[in-house]
């Protein structure tokens, strides 16, 4: 059974930080990019990042050079570092798991909250 479980979310300042993390289980974690989307109320679920088996990065604009993504293949883990966070961030984040080659297998955590209020 594939997990995909974050963790790390919360209430933060405008400006502050988190580090949302992601452990995998049932999957080979390898062979899967690992991404972190987002969905804010009223909107559609969105690409952040995304890191692939191989460690290449991609970011959409409105996070680069404020979040970082990375991978920890020993501990079937993935991290989303968010520094100067800004209210329009407030979301829920959401790990996705993609296979690098049978893109069909695809799987979801159950999203973390992020806040950012002052």
């Known amino acids: 059974q594939v997990q995909l479980v974050e963790s790390g979310g919360g209430l933060v300042q405008p400006g502050g930080s988190l580090r949302l993390s992601c452990a995998a289980s049932?999957?080979?974690?390898?062979?899967?990019?690992m991404g972190w989307y987002r969905q804010a109320p009223g909107k559609q679920r969105e690409l952040v990042a995304v890191?692939?088996?191989?460690?290449?990065?991609n970011y959409v604009d409105f996070v680069k050079g404020r979040f970082t993504i990375s991978r920890d293949n020993a501990k079937n883990a993935v991290y989303l570092e968010m520094n100067s966070l800004k209210p329009e961030d407030t979301a829920v984040y959401y790990c996705?798991?993609?296979?690098?080659?049978?893109?069909?297998?695809?799987?979801w955590g159950q999203g973390t909250q992020v806040t950012v209020s002052s």
């Open positions: 049932g999957i080979i974690f390898s062979a899967y990019d």
């Open positions: 996705n798991a993609r296979h690098y080659l049978y893109r069909g297998n695809d799987y």
């Open positions: 890191i692939r088996r191989g460690g290449n990065t």
